[in-house]
Nanobody
């Protein structure tokens, strides 16, 4: 089981990035995939997840305006889960990780067993 997060980079405030989580060793349709982030000096927090075997999606309410800015999606043919992030602000700067859980989607880190290596998102002018 492997997860590879990519798509991070430097973007100006108000800009967009699309993160990808490409997996191997399992099928994304069968397992929940979560996106988490960790900023320097802060605890890791759940951002969004998509359930396996269903279209259920959760977004972290604690992230400002997340439902209007972030969209999680899945491409089964590419075995990849995406996190589209729009209207980014400096507060969104962090290392973003994707992880595999069981079938059900939640935003607790301890529900996820397999983790990717993370991709750095920096929002700065």
């Amino acid at each position: 089981v492997q997860l590879q997060a990519s798509g991070g980079g430097l973007v100006q405030p108000g800009g967009s990035l699309k993160l990808s989580c490409t997996v191997s060793g399992f099928t994304v349709e069968n397992y929940a995939i979560g996106w988490f982030r960790q900023a320097p000096g802060k605890e890791r927090e759940g951002v969004s997840c998509i359930a396996g075997s269903s279209p259920t999606r959760y977004y972290a309410d604690r992230v400002k305006d997340i439902k209007g800015r972030f969209t999680i999606s899945r491409d089964a043919a590419k075995n990849t889960v995406y996190l589209q992030m729009n209207r980014l602000s400096p507060e969104d700067s962090a290392v973003y990780y994707c992880a595999r859980g069981n079938e059900y989607c939640d935003l607790r880190s301890d529900s996820y067993v397999y983790w990717g290596q993370g991709t750095l998102v920096t929002v700065s002018s």
